[in-house]
Each structure stands twice: as structure tokens, then as C-alpha cells.
Nanobody, 127 residues
Framework: VQLQASGGGLVQPGGSLRLSCAAS????????IGWFRQGPGKEREFVAA????????YYADSVKGRFTISRDSAKNTVSLQMNILKPEDTAVYFC?????????????????????WGQGTQVTVSS
């Protein structure tokens, strides 16, 4: 299983970026797809997740209302649309996949709940 995150780059505060996560197989076969990030000198943190069994979308409070996670069936990807970006959003963003079809909501926030990880994509928000 290979996951690949793409779409990062340099953007000014208030700008937007769209990240994509692609898988070697059907990305929609996983119990959940999550996005995490790790800023400079910080620990990895949860950003957003899409759970397969109910289509539920879950967000960290810090990105709620600005970021949207969605699926693109035609492209076999899960995207993270990031709007109103702030300097504190600067980080390496990772996508991850959980094999657990029954993953519970409280587990979505935890990196250990995910079985597969892609390489990161750098997002830098700076003027």
C-alpha cells in the first residue's frame, strides 16, 4: 500500500491550497483517511479525517470552518481544501489510512489508529 500526498507549496496568509492523497489501490476501501501535520519544532497533530462507514468528516478545532476534507471518486483521492491559511498552518502535511472498518470517532484523532502513511507535503504560509 502506498499513499502519496501532494499539493503543498508556499502561499500568503489568507490564501488557499488543496492537498490530495492518492493510494495505490482504492483509497475508499479504507476505514478512514486522515490528514495530520507536523510544524517546525512541534509534535504531529490531527487535522481532519473522513470515515468510510458513515461518511463523517471530523476536524481539529484549529481548522474547523477553514479546511474541508472530501473524496473525489473519479480521481481516487481524498482532498483537503485549505482556506484562509494562517502562518501557524505551516507544517508538513501527511495523509494516512486506517484498515479498521469499525474505527470509532475518538480513534480518528490518534496517529496510532492508522496503518499506512504517505510521505509528507510541505505547506508554508508566509508573506
Amino acid at each position: 500500500v502506498q499513499l502519496q500526498a501532494s499539493g503543498g507549496g508556499l502561499v500568503q496568509p489568507g490564501g488557499s491550497l488543496r492537498l490530495s492523497c492518492a493510494a495505490s489501490g482504492s483509497i475508499f476501501s479504507y476505514g478512514a483517511i486522515g490528514w495530520f501535520r507536523q510544524g517546525p519544532g512541534k509534535e504531529r497533530e490531527f487535522v481532519a479525517a473522513l470515515r468510510r462507514r458513515d461518511g463523517g468528516r471530523y476536524y481539529a478545532d484549529s481548522v474547523k470552518g477553514r479546511f474541508t476534507i472530501s473524496r473525489d471518486s473519479a480521481k481516487n483521492t481524498v482532498s483537503l481544501q485549505m482556506n484562509i491559511l494562517k502562518p501557524e498552518d505551516t507544517a508538513v502535511y501527511f495523509c494516512a489510512a486506517s484498515e479498521s472498518q469499525g474505527i470509532i470517532v475518538s480513534s480518528l484523532w490518534t496517529g496510532d489508529s492508522y496503518d499506512h502513511w504517505g510521505q509528507g507535503t510541505q505547506v508554508t504560509v508566509s508573506s
